[in-house]
């Protein structure tokens, strides 16, 4: 039981894929929006949790981490249910985005440090195992169960949000925690090594958040189905989500420095595959391959980040490429609508993975390069 309460937030996590399914109709409904305002609705929260992720240090001071966590996750269902509100327009969408957005960012940095404080060391490590398939399993019960809604009409997808009460009450059974002491030591944050490590993360999620801002888009222009079917792509981009989690740590092991570029190479792969098409079978190759992908990039992004700062800086580290990676995932559908040549959904997909290509080129001369001259400068 101690366990699963210590997991329940980190369920949350994916919850904003429940629209994913919907932003399709979203955009029928509301003909007059252009199609990045409608996709703004599943990255507003990213936007609005990024200075609450760096607020998350004093918070946790002041504040324990189950008092954090259970305002926040009450937040998020508050502006989840909000759109349920009869006559509601596009302007309630918003602010029910920045709602939840505001309880995002306060449960995004404390899933983690939950852990942290209520595992022993040993058992650390396969905690976040754990939560990476947590996390997954989250993904997959919020984006089927909002494609299913959505089928009904789009406006019923935000009753997937109700999935939060649970995870509430089960937060409500933590034990109480304490209030975290003032780190010390911020040495190192602004190295060359730790600023390309947060360009790459705020460009990879940029780039990566093109799936869930346009399956639903993908499927209804190529013909391939409506809601649910976006709704069922994006559930097995949250299973193949759980797999990548669990095997991230032995490939970032193995690996190492190298385990960013080849993300964003599989990334790049992946998004040409969903712009190809011809059939379901490339579509749910690409998904499969981008949901493995979006599951690993945050650990192996900490992993880089981290080598780059001394320890003490360790804790800001993860919470600054936390708050790129956020940012990221807002700018994505601004980003890749003025990017792209065309309107159509397959475009915006192939402009994606044109430019993950390019970031995987970045991503691999810098280590080749950094490798060569750290054994020219070693005896």
Request: net charge positive; glycine share 14%; aromatic share 8%.
């Amino acid at each position: 039981m101690r366990t699963l309460t210590i997991l329940a937030p980190s369920f949350a996590l994916m919850s904003v894929s429940a629209l994913s399914p919907a932003l399709g109709k979203i955009a029928q409904a509301f003909p007059e929006l252009s199609v990045s305002a409608v996709q703004l609705l599943c990255t507003i929260p990213s936007l609005v949790g990024f200075p609450l992720i760096l607020l998350s240090g004093r918070l946790a001071r002041v504040f324990t981490k189950k008092q954090i966590l259970s305002v926040s996750l009450g937040l998020m269902l508050a502006g989840g249910l909000l759109p349920l509100l009869a006559g509601g327009g596009y302007p309630l969408l918003v602010i029910a985005s920045v709602l939840y957005g505001v309880g995002f960012g306060g449960i995004s940095p404390m899933t983690t440090a939950l852990i942290h404080e209520h595992c022993p060391p040993e058992r650390q490590a396969g905690m976040m195992g754990l939560q990476s398939a947590a996390i997954g399993i989250g993904g997959v019960f919020f984006s089927y169960l909002g494609g299913i809604l959505a089928n009904v009409g789009w406006r019923y997808s935000y009753l997937a949000f109700l999935l939060l009460a649970p995870v509430l009450l089960l937060t409500l059974c933590l034990p109480k925690g304490s209030v975290a002491r003032r780190e010390k030591g911020r040495g190192g944050l602004m190295s060359p090594g730790f600023a390309y490590y947060l360009g790459h993360g705020l460009l990879l999620n940029c780039f990566i958040g093109v799936f869930l801002t346009n399956i639903s888009m993908l499927v209804q222009e190529t013909g391939l189905g409506g809601a649910e079917t976006a709704g069922s792509l994006t559930a097995l981009y949250s299973v193949a989500g759980i797999v990548g989690g669990l095997a991230a740590g032995r490939l970032i092991g193995r690996l190492g420095r190298y385990m960013l570029g080849a993300i964003t190479m599989v990334c790049a792969l992946g998004m040409l595959a969903l712009w190809h098409g011809g059939g379901m079978a490339p579509v749910l190759l690409g998904t499969s391959l981008l949901g493995a992908m979006y599951a690993m990039r945050m650990p192996a992004g900490y992993t880089g980040s981290i080598r780059m700062v001394p320890e003490e800086g360790a804790t800001m580290a993860i919470s600054l490429y936390c708050c790129f990676a956020q940012l990221g995932n807002f700018l994505s559908p601004l980003v890749i609508q003025r990017l792209s040549p065309g309107d159509a959904a397959p475009t915006r997909f192939l402009t994606a993975g044109v430019l993950l290509g390019g970031l995987t080129l970045i991503a691999f001369g810098r280590e080749i390069w950094m490798k060569r001259i750290k054994d020219q400068l070693l005896p």
